[in-house]
């Protein structure tokens, strides 16, 4: 349970890093692309599973080899249609044997190959193992790898709506934990209190917050020592004026419990991303095919433009001329 634990600490630290913007619009496209490949993650999974059943079922594995010939049998197909690494000796569950042969340098151990099986075994595990090598190991784990570079593609487009969609869901996860909860309570409770003249339950109920908040800033001020070396190396990522005000504003919350009310922050976000944010070919080819359109729709114009000042000129040298030549149509 312990290793378990310690190794989703490290996700969950990983994953609060996603309010970052040098990390955020980084990370964020690569976990939604994995989220939309779920499907061709469950299609690949009961593949896998369809080739283990068959090994299985052609009994193979001894009981020798493995914990469980089950066991035997995922180990193999796992590693053969996954990973690519492959025996065929243990996919077919027979064993090399070390024969001692004479050589003009003396006696020397050889490995000898085993004799194929006639009992038909050999036939069925060869085409099961062509099967998943084609199958799997090439077919399906090509397809992944377009499938997620087409996944992140499409995201890394959207990679400044996530991180700011992500921010936003972040606040409200802090938001919502007990301690700020508790502390926004009873500051507002003070401050109705002051409001009604109940001044003496209005100073109990201040002093309760001033214990809060001074408990919640020794834990967040033990947990900034702890990550104190992180955030020395961070620190040329990050920007001094934003770090700057979020400790002004957490220092003025955790003194006034009139400051920890309601708050809005208004995001503004650019529908055409700069040149610096072209990291993706779907966003170069779809930058300039919008610039090719704007080309386009202009020079478009100016010909109309052209086309409606001759038209008007032959207008008028025919009014003037008095013949009786066709109108012009435009």
Request: glycine share 6%; charged share 20%; aromatic share 12%.
């Given at each position: ?152 593609d499409l995201y890394q487009d959207r990679a400044p709506e996530l991180f700011n969609r992500a921010r936003a869901k972040l606040l409200l996860e802090i938001e919502g934990r007990p301690m700020v909860r508790l502390l926004k309570y009873l500051g507002s409770s003070a401050k109705t209190l002051r409001e009604n003249h109940r001044t003496c339950l209005a100073k109990l109920v201040q002093f309760l917050y001033m214990c809060g908040a001074c408990i919640h800033g020794l834990f967040h001020f033990v947990l900034l020592l702890c990550a104190l070396p992180v955030l020395c190396i961070l ?96």
């Amino acid at each position: 349970f312990m290793a378990l634990f310690s190794a989703m600490a490290w996700f969950r630290f990983c994953y609060s890093l996603r309010g970052e913007p040098w990390f955020g619009q980084r990370i964020l496209p690569i976990l939604f692309a994995l989220r939309d490949t779920v499907v061709f993650f469950f299609f690949a999974f009961i593949c896998v599973c369809a080739a283990t059943h068959a090994h299985y079922n052609l009994e193979v594995i001894k009981d020798h080899d493995h914990p469980h010939p089950f066991y035997g049998s995922v180990l193999q197909v796992v590693r053969l249609g996954i990973f690519g690494d492959f025996d065929l000796f243990e996919f077919e569950g027979v064993d090399e044997t070390i024969k001692l042969n004479a050589s003009s340098n003396g006696t020397v151990w050889e490995y000898e190959d085993p004799e194929p099986s006639d009992d038909g075994i050999f036939f069925s595990v060869h085409v099961l193992f062509y099967s998943v090598g084609l199958g799997i190991t090439i077919l399906l784990m090509n397809v992944l790898i377009g499938v997620l570079g087409s996944n992140f593609d499409l995201y890394q487009d959207r990679a400044p709506e996530l991180f700011n969609r992500a921010r936003a869901k972040l606040l409200l996860e802090i938001e919502g934990r007990p301690m700020v909860r508790l502390l926004k309570y009873l500051g507002s409770s003070a401050k109705t209190l002051r409001e009604n003249h109940r001044t003496c339950l209005a100073k109990l109920v201040q002093f309760l917050y001033m214990c809060g908040a001074c408990i919640h800033g020794l834990f967040h001020f033990v947990l900034l020592l702890c990550a104190l070396p992180v955030l020395c190396i961070l620190t040329p990522f990050r920007s001094m004026s934003g770090t700057y005000h979020t400790f002004k504003q957490l220092l003025k919350a955790q003194l006034s419990p009139d400051v920890a009310g309601p708050k809005y922050i208004w995001v503004i976000q650019r529908e055409c991303t700069s040149d610096l944010e072209l990291r993706s070919l779907h966003a170069l080819v779809k930058e300039k095919v919008n610039e090719v359109n704007h080309n386009v729709q202009g020079k478009l114009g100016e010909m109309d433009q052209k086309i409606e000042t001759i038209v008007r000129m032959l207008e008028e040298r025919r009014e003037r001329s008095g013949s009786g030549l066709p109108k012009v149509n435009p």
